[in-house]
């Protein structure tokens, strides 16, 4: 048996409850054996004990630990560290993530991957942090390939200025052992919301759209999974407007799965903020669908390439609450159609985000990077390390005029 090729898999911080898309990906691989890096750990996905390395501690040391890494580079410790595990390759996930991990890819002397998730791209200058802004053009240059999670996100990153040659569109995949199918006739009549409690996830539509839904079928509830900024606001919302409803904040992926086999439609009518941000596939869609759950949502972003419109669930127009509700009415109350839908989205998910195929796809282009990268000739130039550099000096300078303003 051939064995595995050591990846870094780089994120900032080890690994919040709601990617699951990135532990799912980097742990199906067959070919590569993810070693995951970080700058700081979250409460959230639990990782292979021996397989993660987390940059800064607790405390001011962990501080200045991680603004060494993020201003000047890793130190010569994990770089040594992470050689012994001779890596092929990094693959950085969001954009900011991705400049962050360039000077680690040249110290190692292998090829950075980073997928563009959604908001790296999507979202107005003014938004985005200050680093990422300053060293994007260094990104686009030293990158060997930008994953964009669907097709919107690339026109949106090619916008953004990302060569189109380096950029391709690879769907995340599901897997399909581990979200099953229920019927109907085990269903509780629940809609079900899983997400950030952000503006960019539009609960405050949905829970306008089950005012409606309410009306007409009194017993249909309302279930939203997640937590944010905007929970307060929301639950005053929701306690003015409907008659039964539950906010059970961050649950774990097991229980999630558990409210997708209970509920009988994913209302997720994610919207456009006022930043920009935008949906750029969102793998609760795939997820439902690989249930057998249909969606009803927004027409926004990515959403049309992860649901088919009148096939796996119903897309309306965005901020239409009115027609959101119509749709929800529909599926909680059509047996014929809901299973139609259900047998359609467990179809597409099968087809479309298959986490063996979808992976498959995956390995192939980083053997793709590997072999581009190693038919070249690659040395750290001292112009390289100039520039970032003067990045970090230009930043401590910013930082430290507002500073005494």
């Given at each position: ?11 900032d ?49 962990g ?43 040249h ?11 959604g ?37 949106q990153?090619?916008?953004k ?65 997640g ?150 000739t ?28």
């Amino acid at each position: 048996m051939t064995s595995r090729q050591a990846l870094i898999v780089y994120r900032d911080e080890l690994l919040g409850a709601s990617e699951t898309f990135v532990l799912g990906q980097a742990e199906s691989l067959s070919s590569f054996q993810p070693f995951y890096v970080g700058l700081r750990g979250r409460s959230g996905l639990s990782l292979p004990e021996s397989r993660f390395h987390i940059v800064g501690r607790d405390g001011l040391i962990g501080k200045l630990q991680r603004a060494r890494f993020k201003l000047l580079g890793p130190n010569p410790s994990l770089v040594s560290m992470l050689a012994e595990k001779r890596p092929a390759l990094i693959h950085a996930h969001f954009g900011p993530d991705g400049c962050n991990a360039i000077a680690l890819a040249h110290a190692l002397r292998v090829p950075l991957v980073v997928t563009l998730h959604g908001y790296d791209v999507t979202v107005d200058d003014g938004h985005l942090p200050r680093l990422y802004i300053q060293r994007r053009s260094l990104l686009k240059s030293h990158a060997a390939k930008f994953i964009c999670v669907s097709d919107f996100i690339r026109k949106q990153a090619i916008e953004k200025g990302f060569p189109v040659e380096k950029t391709l569109v690879h769907y995340t995949g599901v897997d399909l052992d581990t979200f099953h199918v229920r019927p109907m006739d085990s269903r509780s009549p629940a809609v079900l919301f899983v997400g950030r409690l952000v503006p960019k996830k539009g609960c405050e539509y949905l829970i306008r759209a089950m005012a409606r839904v309410q009306a007409v079928i009194p017993g249909a509830q309302l279930i939203v999974i997640g937590d944010g900024p905007l929970r307060s606001q929301l639950e005053l919302q929701a306690a003015a407007a409907l008659n039964n409803y539950e906010f059970l904040g961050e649950q774990e992926p097991v229980t999630v799965r558990d409210w997708m086999n209970r509920a009988t439609v994913l209302g997720a009518p994610s919207v456009v903020a006022e930043s920009g941000d935008a949906e750029g596939f969102g793998m609760i869609f795939a997820e439902a669908q690989a249930m057998g759950l249909p969606v009803a949502s927004f027409a926004s972003g990515g959403i049309p390439e992860a649901v088919a419109d009148g096939q796996s669930g119903f897309l309306v127009p965005e901020r239409d609450d009115q027609a959101l509700a119509a749709k929800l009415v529909l599926l909680l109350g059509d047996r014929v159609l809901w299973t139609k839908m259900s047998e359609h989205g467990r179809a597409r998910a099968i087809r479309l985000f298959n986490i063996r195929t979808q992976t498959a796809i995956l390995e192939n282009i980083y053997e793709s990077v590997l072999s581009e990268w190693n038919g070249k000739t690659h040395v750290q130039t001292y112009s390289d390390r100039t520039v970032v550099i003067a990045q970090t000096i230009k930043s401590l300078c910013t930082f430290a005029q507002s500073r005494s303003l």
